[in-house]
């Protein structure tokens, strides 16, 4: 059974940065492909940043590029996303999620995952 569980959400002031961490429990963490999305009040979940199971590559949503960075500690089972020069609209609940994957390829749908956490609060303030 896989279990994912999101910490290091928070209130930073824009221009701030948090890092957050997800830690996996279950099999092979090398095996998943894992992710980061996030939903904010009333809008759908949207993805955010994406992440092979070696960590070799990674992909972002533009909305993130060059402010977000995603990466993996396959020693640790653990998954983190930085996320520099926060704006208020980068407030949200986010949330990692993970699948099992062969090869060295992302995975950015939703519905792609098979596993997620149960999210953690950021919010950016003005």
């Known amino acids: 059974q896989v279990q994912l569980v999101e910490s290091g959400g928070g209130l930073v002031q824009a221009g701030g940065s948090l890092r957050l961490s997800c830690a996996y429990s279950g099999r092979t963490f090398s095996s998943y492909g894992m992710g980061w999305f996030r939903q904010a009040p009333g809008k759908e979940r949207e993805f955010v940043a994406a992440i092979s199971r070696t960590g070799g590559s990674t992909y972002y949503a533009d909305s993130v590029k060059g402010r977000f960075t995603i990466s993996r500690d396959n020693g640790k089972n653990t998954v983190y996303l930085q996320m520099n020069s926060l704006k208020p609209e980068d407030t949200a609940v986010y949330y990692c999620?993970?699948?099992?994957?062969?090869?060295?390829?992302?995975?950015?749908?939703?519905?792609?995952?098979?596993?997620w956490g149960q999210g953690t609060q950021v919010t950016v303030s003005s």
């Open positions: 999620a993970a699948r099992p994957i062969i090869g060295t390829g992302v995975v950015v749908s939703a519905n792609e995952y098979n596993y």
